[in-house]
C-alpha cells in the first residue's frame, strides 16, 4: 500500500528554526517529524511513501539518503515552484496511482489515529476520500451531514463559507483517498485538497473519521512544539 507525506512547506510559522532547516526535520522527542510520520505509516503496513520536497529540499533528501527505513521512498520535487497540497498530490500521481487507496498526511502532525481504522472505513463505505477530523478550535472548520458526509466549509473568524452549514469540525491533516480522485483534479498544477474535497462531494462521498477521543497534535508553531516535546516527556 501507498502514501505520501506533505513535507515541501516552508514553515514560516516555524521561524527560526525553519530558518536554517526544513521542518521535517525538525526534532522532537530525539526524532525527526519526517521519522515520526515514515514510521507511523510503515506500522500500518505502507510499504512505500512518497515525500515532496521544496524548503531545504536537499537536506531532506540528504536524511532519506542515510536512512534506511524498510519500505520504499521516492521523492516529488517541488522545488521550482510549490503546489499546495493537492497540486503536491497531483505531481506525485506517477508513484500514488493503482488499485489500491493511499494515504496523505502533513508532516507537523503527531497523532495516534488508527490508520487501519481508517482504511476498515474505506472498505465498508462507497466513499472517494476518508478525511481525519476531530472536534477542537479551529478558524476553519469542515462541514459534515449527519451521514458525516461533507458538504461545506467556513471561516469562523471571516465568515467565509463554502456549501452548506452543518457539523463542524476540524481537519487533522490526514486522508485516504480512492485512487479515482486523480479523474476529478482540475486541469491546473495549484490548488488545495480542501477545495478538491469541496467540488468532489457535489457529486461523491468525502466521509468524515471522528478521532475525537484521541491525541492529536500540530508542530505548526515554535509554542506548540514546546508543548508536544513536554507531552512526550521532553522539554
Not at 496511482?97 to 497523532?111: L, R, T
Not at 481504522?117 to 466513499?127: E, H, I, K, N, V
Not at 480512492?178 to 491546473?188: S, V
Amino acid at each position: 500500500m501507498k502514501a505520501m507525506i506533505l513535507a515541501a512547506g516552508k514553515g514560516t510559522r516555524l521561524r527560526p528554526i525553519t530558518d536554517i532547516m526544513p521542518k521535517a526535520l525538525v526534532e522532537i522527542g530525539g526524532m525527526t517529524l519526517l521519522e515520526r510520520a515514515i514510521l507511523k505509516l510503515k506500522r500500518a503496513d505502507i510499504d512505500e511513501i512518497v515525500v515532496n520536497v521544496h524548503h531545504f529540499a536537499d537536506q531532506i533528501e540528504h536524511f532519506l539518503g542515510k536512512h534506511d527505513f524498510g519500505v520504499k521512498i521516492h521523492i516529488s520535487d517541488e522545488r521550482d515552484h510549490l503546489l499546495d497540497t493537492g497540486g503536491a498530490v497531483k505531481h506525485a500521481r506517477e508513484y500514488l496511482i493503482g488499485e489500491e487507496p493511499f494515504f496523505v498526511c502533513n508532516v507537523d502532525v503527531i497523532s495516534n489515529i488508527n490508520l487501519m481504522d481508517m482504511l476498515y472505513l474505506y472498505q465498508m463505505s462507497p466513499a472517494m476520500a476518508i478525511l481525519a477530523v476531530r472536534k477542537r478550535e479551529s478558524t476553519r472548520q469542515l462541514c459534515f451531514n449527519e451521514a458525516q458526509h461533507l458538504i461545506g466549509w467556513k471561516h469562523r473568524e471571516t465568515g467565509e463559507q463554502k456549501g452548506e452549514d452543518g457539523l463542524c469540525y476540524a481537519f487533522s491533516g490526514i486522508q485516504l483517498m480512492h485512487p479515482a480522485i486523480f479523474d476529478h483534479m482540475p486541469k491546473e498544477n495549484r490548488f488545495s485538497l480542501i477545495d478538491l474535497y469541496l467540488d468532489t462531494a457535489k457529486n461523491h462521498i468525502i466521509l468524515a473519521y471522528d478521532h475525537s477521543d484521541g491525541e492529536w497534535m500540530d508542530i505548526g508553531t515554535p509554542e506548540r512544539l514546546k508543548k508536544a516535546a513536554a507531552a512526550l516527556g521532553r522539554t
